[in-house]
């Protein structure tokens, strides 16, 4: 039996063929690939709007709706995803505030619990620089996951 090694990359051409894999991540292909190729929409139901502020595309996952915000497609520009898991006003705000930071800490990897427009929501944002196909999957994933996972204690124990 023989067995090949596979050599280290280290030709500069190499290099190139992977610098230009990676340029031709198009983030805009892969949030739509991530939606619709994979199923995380239900039942492949997506809305997409174009405004000033960029490409906003709207889906249900379990019982919450993920939003997905890009703004454009340069590395300077952002994805920025959110759902919301409680609106205001709510009972126990000052219990709330301490749950959301525990839950912060420890539970809400890579997204983070915010507060905007009366809303509790979970929240990743990042610039595209650098951003692979991978990544992308794993934001909307991860936001959308841990969104729908809490929405219903969290509207139980707080919302009047």
């Known amino acids: 039996m023989t067995t090949t090694e596979q050599a280290p990359l280290t030709t500069e051409t190499d290099a190139e063929l992977i610098d230009n894999a990676m340029a031709t991540v198009r983030p805009s292909e892969e949030i739509e690939n991530v939606l619709i190729g994979i199923g995380l929409a239900q039942d492949q139901k997506v809305m997409v ?8 595309w709207q889906f ?8 997905v915000q890009l703004t454009g497609e340069t590395d300077e520009d952002t994805i920025t995803v959110w759902a919301t898991v409680l609106k205001f006003p709510v009972k126990n705000e000052n219990q709330l505030m301490r749950k959301l930071l525990e839950m912060n800490w420890l539970s809400t990897l890579e997204s983070h619990f915010a507060i905007t427009n009366d809303q509790v929501v979970v929240l990743s944002n990042r610039t595209l620089a650098d951003i692979s196909a991978t990544e992308i999957s794993r934001i909307i994933t991860i936001v959308a996951t841990i969104a729908d996972n809490n929405d219903d204690s969290l509207q139980a124990e707080f919302k009047v």
């Open 49 to 56: 709007g174009q405004s000033e502020a960029g490409k906003v």
């Open 60 to 67: 249900e996952y379990g019982s919450v709706e993920v939003f």
